[in-house]
């Protein structure tokens, strides 16, 4: 499975950006995915987790009610809707792929990555 992230950027606070992950190798809908950051100084943490139906979601509190992860199996590609971001949101963005059905919070869980892409939210 190859995992291609892009979107990142500037944005101000409250502002949006769209994060997609285009992914190929694989059938789409073999494999659960998610959304990780990292911060700089700190360690890789969870934001969103998405079934490999695309019908189960999972988020961490952090974000809940401000980002939606979506996966339209048709396009082979995952999103991450991030609205009213803060300043906190700063950090790079990575994908990742499990082929399995569920939803996982541990980074331990996944075997493929995308590249990051940078994520910065000014004050």
């Known amino acids: 499975v190859q995992l291609q992230a892009s979107g990142g950027g500037l944005v101000q606070a409250g502002g949006s950006l769209r994060l997609s992950c285009a992914a190929s190798g694989r059938p789409f809908g073999s494999y659960a995915m998610g959304w990780f950051r990292q911060a700089p100084g700190k360690e890789r943490e969870f934001v969103a987790a998405i079934n490999s139906s695309g019908r189960g979601t999972d988020y961490a509190d952090s974000v809940k009610g401000r980002f939606t992860i979506s996966r339209p199996n048709a396009a082979n590609t995952m999103y991450l809707q991030m609205n009213s971001l803060k300043p906190e949101d700063t950090a790079v963005y990575y994908c990742?792929?499990?082929?399995?059905?569920?939803?996982?919070?541990?980074?331990?869980?996944?075997?493929?990555w995308g590249r990051g892409t940078l994520v910065t939210v000014s004050s």
């Open positions: 990742a792929a499990e082929v399995n059905y569920g939803l996982y919070r541990s980074p331990g869980h996944y075997d493929y």
